[in-house]
């Protein structure tokens, strides 16, 4: 598996791409192609065609949650992808996968931060497969579906709250998911902005994976301002696991990068970035 760093609130120095405070990896399975999560705009199709992929031949668009700096490339997407059509160039008909809940309309202090686009009308352009159990991509590739809450230190809090059925609730962020790749030395771990919990990710990962060893784990760990207890319970938790690296990014702090450091090896991310696995 390849992955390549479309969108990150940092960039490689001395590459000329550009980042904003999303998350977009372009991800390579042999022949499959996944998109996950597109960022808040346009600049992920930008920064895709400086590396040399016109990302017409995509054949999944996993989504990590339904916030906005997620899911806001689905404008941007949807017309290339239309305008492919119109023009006759050669493109795939990707599938979108994510939880029920990931675009149902969520408010932060009366602020929208969900998805501009509702389930019903990106079904009318792309394959829409909503679902809370873990679908397998690929032999080795997994998203995991809806993560369970285990631990007392994460997910304590609500993020605003979100709109079904005419009713509002608090929003715990339940569409919070990750994926997770077999390898032979254990399993990577890919996250948007770990709402479920860092730690209860990488438990469910291996459970679903039925493996115990963790290679890598990349992405957002949703540690920007959490409380001592979470902070606590994170980094006992890391420090008790089999993890060869991490690769903390996006709503994660340098502060608690450097924590983790003394734990585990912390690698640096940015856009341009290309991990092999």
């Known amino acids: 598996m390849e992955v390549q760093i479309l969108i990150d609130n940092n960039t490689i120095i001395d590459r000329y791409y550009l980042g904003e405070p999303g998350v977009c990896y372009l991800i390579k399975d042999g022949d499959t192609k996944i998109l996950f999560d597109l960022g808040y705009s346009s600049t992920f199709i930008d920064n895709a065609r400086k590396m ?3 990302l017409l031949d995509i054949d999944y668009v996993a989504i990590s949650h339904g ?47 969900g998805s501009i686009f509702s389930a019903d009308r990106i079904a009318k352009h792309f394959a ?34 979100q709109h079904q059925c005419g009713c509002s609730s ?10 997770a790749y077999k390898t032979p030395e254990g399993i990577v771990i890919i996250t948007g902005c770990s709402h479920a919990g860092i730690c209860n990710i990488t438990e469910y990962a291996k459970q679903v994976c039925n493996d115990d060893r963790i290679v890598d784990i990349l992405g ?39 924590e983790m450091a003394a734990i585990v090896p912390v690698e640096d991310v940015g856009v341009g970035l290309k991990l092999s696995y």
């Open 170 to 179: 608090p929003d715990f962020v339940e569409d919070d998911t990750a994926l």
């Open 128 to 161: 829409v497969n909503l679902t809370k159990e873990p679908v397998w991509l690929t032999d080795n590739l997994v998203f995991l579906g809806q993560i369970p809450r285990e631990n007392d230190f994460e997910s304590q809090h609500p993020v605003g709250e």
């Open 67 to 113: 916030h906005n700096d997620h899911t806001g490339g689905f404008h941007p997407l949807i017309k290339k992808y239309t305008e492919a059509r119109e023009e006759g160039l050669p493109h795939t008909s990707p599938t979108v996968i994510a939880h029920p809940h990931a675009f149902n309309f969520k408010v932060y202090d009366d602020i929208e931060i």
């Open 52 to 54: 040399g992929e016109d």
């Open 220 to 258: 957002g760990f949703h540690l920007l301002n959490p409380d001592e207890k979470q902070v606590a319970g994170t980094m006992d938790y890391f420090a008790k696991q089999d993890i060869q690296v991490m690769h903390p990014c996006h709503c994660t702090a340098l502060k608690y990068k450097i």
